[in-house]
T-cell receptor, first 116, second 117 residues
Framework: NAGVMQNPRHLVRRRGQEARLRCSPMKGHSHVYWYRQLPEEGLKFMVYLQKENIIDESGMPKERFSAEFPKEGPSILRIQQVVRGDSAAYFC??????????????FGPGTRLTVL | AQKVTQAQTEISVVEKEDVTLDCVYETRDTTYYLFWYKQPPSGELVFLIRRNSFDEQNEISGRYSWNFQKSTSSFNFTITASQVVDSAVYFCALSEAGSGGYQKVTFGTGTKLQVIP
């Protein structure tokens, strides 16, 4: 049973370019969460999605960042016009249900974004 | 708002020593979950344990043990007879219900453990 997959593992972009990060949840999981880890810091929640729906995007910057989880295919975190401050590790997690009482979030290996 | 504090930024121990990683949390909810994750140098996050707020029993898994004390809002993690492979950053995390009843997780800043051979 494959775990959460993220690609690319490493991504280098120049300032002003777009970054697209992909996340394929574990088989059978329909809930996806994105987190950002700045250097020397813990993970910070960005957005929670179910298939075709954004449930909570309270942790995502209002500009330049967007996320989707289409009916078919992986979840995508898109960062437009990247700046140096976007350099971080971006982790995706998935769970079978969104329920607090029965769920554990399983994390992917992360995508390390470097903005030059 | 929920908060997780891991006051120890870095710890170094010599192999075979025991080490305890501290975690203190804040929450207004009566129902919540606590987690520990390990992040080895390779960078991925490895799930170690989940504990719900109603279960204060300590747990032991091999060389790992967890001490959950609601009275002090702490969920400490002890590694017995540490090994070099334990070297990693360890994150404590807290989840409580988000606005839609889903699991919303807050992470501490992590404790970097270095086990010296």
């Amino acid at each position: 049973n494959a775990g959460v997959m993220q690609n690319p593992r490493h991504l280098v972009r120049r300032r002003g370019q777009e970054a697209r990060l992909r996340c394929s949840p574990m088989k059978g999981h329909s809930h996806v969460y994105w987190y950002r880890q700045l250097p020397e810091e813990g993970l910070k929640f960005m957005v929670y999605l179910q298939k075709e729906n954004i449930i909570d995007e309270s942790g995502m910057p209002k500009e330049r960042f967007s996320a989707e989880f289409p009916k078919e295919g992986p979840s995508i975190l898109r960062i437009q016009q990247v700046v140096r401050g976007d350099s971080a590790a971006y982790f995706c997690a998935s769970s079978a249900r969104g329920s607090l009482f029965t769920d554990t979030q399983y994390f992917g290996p992360g995508t390390r974004l470097t903005v030059l | 708002a929920q908060k997780v504090t891991q006051a120890q930024t870095e710890i170094s121990v010599v192999e075979k020593e025991d080490v305890t990683l501290d975690c203190v949390y804040e929450t207004r909810d009566t129902t919540y979950y606590l987690f520990w994750y390990k992040q080895p140098p390779s960078g991925e996050l490895v799930f170690l344990i989940r504990r719900n707020s109603f279960d204060e029993q300590n747990e032991i898994s091999g060389r790992y043990s967890w001490n959950f004390q609601k009275s002090t809002s702490s969920f400490n993690f002890t590694i017995t007879a540490s090994q070099v492979v334990d070297s990693a950053v360890y994150f404590c995390a807290l989840s409580e219900a988000g606005s839609g009843g889903y699991q919303k997780v807050t992470f501490g800043t992590g404790t970097k453990l270095q086990v010296i051979p």
